[in-house]
């Protein structure tokens, strides 16, 4: 089954870090694949966390996790990482990961091919 596999989710307090993984499976970030994290808090609206892409390992943040938040990619394992520090509690939620073929991570509309099933990330206070 071709899919995205999520790991690294978990508990941390306020300043702590924490590290995810999105891992395809059934095929590869060979080629030109944009990868997305994004994560949606109860109540709140899905946000772009941030994007890589697996050509030329680019990366674009948002706002509110840049010098946070570092996303990487290891094309020799076709999976990406985001390591979060200084992690605060507004940036609990549901993280998910995404993935598209030839789509730049400037692109305002998307519709990925595959998502991951989500790892939930809590930051306590």
């Known amino acids: 089954e071709v899919q995205l596999v999520e790991s690294g989710g978990g508990l941390v307090q306020a300043g702590g870090s924490l590290s995810l993984s999105c891992a395809a499976s059934?095929?590869?970030?060979?080629g030109d694949w944009t990868i997305r994290w994004f994560r949606q808090a109860p109540g709140k609206e899905r946000e772009?966390?941030?994007?890589?892409?697996?050509?030329?390992?680019?990366?674009v943040y948002a706002d509110s996790v840049k010098a946070r938040f570092t996303m990487s990619i290891d094309k020799s394992k076709s999976t990406v990482y985001l390591q979060m520090n200084s992690l605060e509690p507004e940036d609990t939620a549901v993280y998910y990961c995404?993935?598209?073929?030839?789509?730049?991570?400037?692109?305002?509309?998307?519709?990925?091919?595959?998502w991951g099933q989500g790892t939930q990330v809590t930051v306590s206070s």
């Open positions: 059934g095929f590869t970030f060979n």
């Open positions: 772009g966390v941030s994007c890589i892409t697996s050509e030329h390992a680019i990366t």
């Open positions: 995404a993935a598209d073929y030839y789509s730049d991570c400037w692109d305002k509309e998307v519709n990925f091919e595959f």
